[in-house]
């Protein structure tokens, strides 16, 4: 899903991307910074992975994902459920599972 999404990404998004370091935004900044501009913008979302609306976030994968079977894979992602430390497993109606490997896309395609 990567390539598909990942072209259509703006390039000044440097969070979670393949082949973009922290160091790249800086050089970006200096560039910027070099040719008058005063402004930087550096935001981080509270919460994010959090509260990713499950509806919303699949609406944008199936309209550019047209293999149906991973669509199911990543509703079944987001859907697995969160095991509690009394070993009770609750249901997950939004966000995404932090520190799984396919969250930061998929929180990138929600942005």
Known sequence: MEPI?????KPCSYGFRPR???HDAIAEI???TSRGHVW?????IEACFDNIDHPALLAR???????KRVVRL???FLKAGILSEDLVIMDTNAGTPQGGSLSPLLANIAL
């Open 20 to 22: 973009r370091r922290p």
């Open 61 to 67: 994968v199936q309209d550019r994902v047209g293999d």
């Open 40 to 44: 930087v913008l550096e935001a981080d």
């Open 74 to 76: 990543v509703k079944a």
């Open 30 to 32: 200096y560039q910027f």
């Open 5 to 9: 999404f990942e072209a259509d990404f």
